[in-house]
């Protein structure tokens, strides 16, 4: 029982009986100009004297309504209308913008005609349902009614019709309820098929939503290589100032300018991948690093933080694609990153290219290396990353009495010539 009664007058079916009466409302206008059309053409002047013609008005004025729903803002309102009353699951199941081919255009103006058809039944029978309803159900309880000359029917003269007549008013509600109820639930229900998106609208929204997520991870990538490897560095050079602080001060000296500039450069990029989280783009903001212009000090803050580094670069860095000299950086400072997590152990970069490709390699000691961290391997799924969208190959794991990355780069994609050297 109440779970009938909340189908015909629970929060959902109010708003969708709301949602009808503003089509009705919608209606009028129409309705107008069709009486106009009708009162002529039946020699009638005043056509709302006649229910037959008052709904041949409304017949003829839905058409002219579904003409005036070709403008272009008529889709979005009516979407933002059905999202906020008649309780459409899901923000992408109705369009947001307008209808632009032939087959969304009828079909908004198949809806519109719809919520007007509906609406404006729905908004009729609530202005005169419920003042025959209170008729009904007021009349055994007051005498002066009986006696009016409102045309009352011949039943309502006898006793048990009397008796019957608030029960029969009670009825009259509740199917106007239902009726209600069943126009709103078949709106709802048309609703994704009239003004939903398209499948060419639904693909546009899942290639946006999968490009939004290629640069997001990007991001975290280039946080975490950035990020990660400078917190590693600060806190082996602090350590290592801290042991010597009072036999070597000009290690101590060097490692806090190592340590300064470090984070100088790691707030700097920072920076830059903020700028692309708040503004979508950033234009302006420093480049990212490379091998040409920033291998060199990779190098000399590692080396700062007491890792002992031999660096062999068989290629032109300067003559390397943007995308790649970039990602190639990333790389080398997972790698790098990797490494200072066991100090001291000695670590040979070697970078080369041949043959179209640019092959990176990155070894160190493998009985030094610590126990795997919990929630480890985040940098390596990167690096792994990095190489994919590339086209190259990656290999990281033990070779020996050694732990070797070793990454292969393509030189001549179409991709890594023609990306812009943004971060």
């Known amino acids: 029982m109440r779970a009938g009664l909340r189908l015909l007058v629970g929060g959902r079916a109010r708003r969708r009986w709301v949602h009808l009466i503003l089509g009705g409302a919608l209606a009028m206008p129409y309705v107008l100009v069709g009486s106009v059309i009708v009162g002529p053409l039946t020699g009638v002047d005043d056509v709302f004297r006649s229910l037959p013609l008052q709904l041949g008005s409304f017949a003829v004025g839905l058409p002219i309504a579904a003409v005036t729903s070709l403008f272009p803002l008529t889709r979005p309102l009516e979407s933002a209308a059905v999202r906020a009353l008649c309780g459409i699951d899901g923000d992408d199941a109705l369009a947001h913008g307008p209808a632009r081919t032939r087959a969304e255009r009828a079909r908004t103006a198949a809806w ?45 003269n006898h006793a048990w019709g009397l008796a019957l007549s608030p ?109 692309v989280l708040r ?70 970069v070697r970078i080369a290219a041949a043959e179209g490709r640019l092959a990176i390699t990155v070894e160190n000691p493998l009985g030094a290396a610590p126990a795997p961290r919990p929630g480890g391997g985040h940098g ?14 990656a290999e990281a794991g033990p070779a020996g009495d050694t732990w070797r990355l070793h990454v292969r780069l393509p030189l001549t994609t179409p991709t890594a010539t023609a990306a812009p050297d943004r971060g």
């Open 112 to 156: 519109f005609t719809l919520h007007l058809g509906f609406g404006g039944i729905v908004a009729g029978m609530s202005l005169a349902v419920p003042p025959f309803a209170g008729f009904l159900i007021a009349l055994p309880l007051f005498a002066g009614l009986r006696d009016t000359r409102l045309g009352q029917p011949e039943v309502l």
């Open 279 to 348: 503004d979508g783009d950033a234009p302006g903001t420093a480049p990212a690093p490379t091998l040409a212009t920033d291998l060199d000090g990779l190098l000399r803050r590692t080396r700062a933080a007491g890792q002992p580094v031999t660096a062999s670069v068989a290629a032109d860095p300067a003559a390397l694609p943007p995308l790649v000299s970039r990602e190639a950086y990333r790389i080398v400072q997972e790698g790098l990153s990797n490494a200072l997590k066991h100090a001291g152990t000695p670590v040979a």
């Open 380 to 393: 390596l799924r990167g690096v792994a990353d990095r190489v994919r969208l590339l086209g190259g190959a």
């Open 167 to 275: 029960l029969a008013g009670l009825v009259t509600l509740l199917a106007l309820a239902a009726c209600a109820a069943g126009c709103g639930a078949l709106l709802a229900r048309w609703a994704p098929a009239l003004l939903g998106p398209t499948p060419e609208d639904r693909l546009a929204a899942a290639e946006a939503r999968a490009a939004d997520l290629a640069v997001r991870n990007r991001l975290a990538r280039e946080l975490h290589d950035s990020v990660g490897h400078a917190l590693s560095a600060v806190t082996l050079q602090a350590s290592a100032a801290r042991r010597v602080l009072g036999t070597d001060p000009e290690f101590v000296r060097e490692a806090l300018a190592a340590i300064e500039e470090t984070t100088r450069r790691t707030v700097g990029e920072l920076d830059a991948v903020l700028g």
